[in-house]
């Protein structure tokens, strides 16, 4: 739309996030700093807007500095990543003491905010240490967001440039909005502020058990536009605005009423870059020699991830129907994540302990059940696996959207094609319908799905998968982003909440 042209020209978008595009590594022989890219989904689909636009990013670049004046190198010229063309002078990095850090990222971020909002209470802590550390965080966070729009505003004096735009990514960021925007204010700076939730947000009964709820949902609703994956999220975010803050709301129209503005809520469900997974499946050379069919997971190694549950319900398979023993491999890769938080210590124990068993169980001379891999995998790797699996288990627990689902079905470039197996509490078991539902807490049927999906037809596997994929290739990542900034542009409308619904 109009909309993405004129802030791509304009040059005045913000990104805010966490993690930066790239992560900082320190060359243990020249001493010197390296960018290492960190190609997620957020940074494929944002970094060509704020490098096109001339945009800048503020985020955490993955190591403490000693000297934080120290310069920010430029990308390697043979890097081909998305994030190649940001350059330094565009990326504000954020420096926060060590044990602060700690506090805020193991502590309330992964301690807290994921545990929470991913519906699993028990799993969470809450210690005012970390929520004081979570909130000096956002501060800077929102400081040097601050420092970034003014130099846009100079930069900008005397010239027709739309307004600056700031995109604030994700739970670790929910107390920033509403500093950015005082700031802004009193400095005089005009200014549109966007936040958009990469994860599930809780209902109210959950999301009421953190102490300093009231202050988050504050925090959000100094944005104009609040973006989650699905209605779902953005109706709990509502009803949570209602009951805890007492706006008043619209939930037809999603609008929250709140310090006389109106903020708009929207689901924006992300995509993935589509035809960069279809063309690396076209390329990727095979990695896997093999005649067993192939049952793929690919996950953080994360406990909402249901890896046990999975784990189980593939060992049930083995013993209900014992006909897919030597002929059928569970190929499970699985990323360190957070190695720094306890829980995921003791999942990786957990996992560890139960491949063994299962392996020792049903292991003969010639084949074992489960191939695992901890760690990470290339990007053509990882098509390839996607490309050459029969069948990919995708059963967490609960996941904000999940993009493995969506990238598995991207490189689904064979004939007849493999079979996808979603759970409904992901963000993207709303939407991909054609894939088999399975709820992972039921081990039994877990199993049968497994089963059903490795003795599906092929007329049946072509006629989903082909679904699946026109799908995913409408709504990618692209779409995502033109969606945002088309609910960003339109922001001159006034809403208003009619009435309390
Ligand atoms: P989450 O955001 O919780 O990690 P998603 O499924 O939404 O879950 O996104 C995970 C991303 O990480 C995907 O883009 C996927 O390709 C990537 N990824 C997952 N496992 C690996 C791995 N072993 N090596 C490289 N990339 C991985
Ligand atoms: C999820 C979150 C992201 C986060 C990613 C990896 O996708 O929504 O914000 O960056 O997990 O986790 P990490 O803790 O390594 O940044």
Redesign the pocket.
């Known amino acids: 739309g109009t909309e993405s042209r004129s802030y791509t020209s304009s040059g005045s978008m913000i990104v805010v996030?966490?993690?930066l595009p790239f992560v900082l590594k320190r060359n243990d022989l020249s001493g010197k700093l390296e960018r290492k890219a960190s190609a997620?989904?957020?940074v494929t689909a944002v970094a060509p807007v704020v490098i096109n636009g001339n945009g800048i990013w503020v985020g955490w670049p993955g190591m403490h500095m000693d000297n934080p004046n120290e310069q920010i190198p430029e990308s390697d010229p043979t890097d081909r990543t998305p994030t190649a063309g940001l350059l330094s002078k565009k990326v504000v990095a954020v420096h926060v003491e060590p044990t602060v850090f700690d506090s805020y990222?193991n502590g309330c971020?992964?301690g807290t905010f994921w545990p929470l909002f991913h519906s699993m209470p028990d799993r969470a802590t809450f210690i005012a240490d970390h929520w004081k550390a979570y909130s000096t965080v956002n501060e800077e966070f929102a400081a040097k967001t601050v420092n970034a729009l003014e130099m846009i505003h100079k930069e900008q004096a005397g010239q027709v440039s739309g307004t600056p735009l700031v995109w604030v990514?994700?739970?670790?960021l929910m107390l920033c909005a509403n500093w950015i925007r005082q700031a802004a204010d009193e400095k005089n700076l005009k200014l549109k502020l966007g936040f958009f939730l990469?994860?599930p947000f809780p209902p109210w009964d959950i999301f009421r058990l953190f102490p300093w709820a009231d202050e988050i949902l504050q925090g959000m609703l100094g944005c104009d536009m609040v973006g989650f994956h699905i209605q779902d999220y953005c109706l709990n975010f509502v009803d949570c605005c209602q009951r805890s803050l007492g706006c008043r709301v619209d939930r037809k129209n999603l609008l929250v009423e709140h310090g006389g503005r109106t903020v708009r809520v929207r689901p924006l469900p992300i995509g993935i870059p589509f035809d960069r997974f279809v063309s690396l499946a076209e390329t990727a050379p095979k990695v896997m020699s093999t005649n067993l069919k192939i049952v793929l997971g690919v996950d953080?190694l994360?406990y909402t991830k249901g890896l046990v549950h999975r784990l189980k319900a593939f060992e049930m398979l083995l013993e209900k129907h014992p006909e897919h023993r030597e002929q059928v491999t569970l190929l499970q890769i699985a990323v360190p994540?957070?190695t720094d938080v306890r829980e995921y210590q003791d999942l990786k124990l957990e996992i560890d302990q139960l491949i063994g068993s299962i392996n020792g169980r049903f292991t003969t001379p010639n084949w074992s059940p489960i191939r695992y891999i901890y760690g990470c995998v290339s990007q053509d790797e990882l098509a390839a696996f996607y490309r050459d699996a029969a069948v990919a288990l995708v059963t967490p627990l609960r996941d904000?959207m999940n993009l493995v689902a969506k990238e598995f079905v991207a490189c689904q470039i064979n004939t007849p094609p493999g079979v996808l197996i979603v759970s409904p509490f992901a963000g993207a078991g709303e939407m991909m319908h054609e894939a088999l539902i399975c709820n992972p807490y039921e081990i039994d049927d877990a199993a049968e799905v497994i089963h059903r999906a490795l003795t599906m037809p092929e007329d049946e596997r072509t006629l989903r998968m082909n679904h699946l994929r026109r799908r995913e290739r409408i709504y990618d990542v692209n779409h995502w982003m033109k969606s945002f900034l088309q609910v960003m542009g339109s922001l001159e409308e006034r809403d208003s909440v009619g009435a309390t619904v």
Request: some cysteine; hydrophobic content about 10%; overall charge positive.
């Open positions: 996030s966490n993690r997620g989904g957020l990222y971020c992964n990514h994700d739970y670790h990469h994860i953080r994360d994540s957070r904000g």
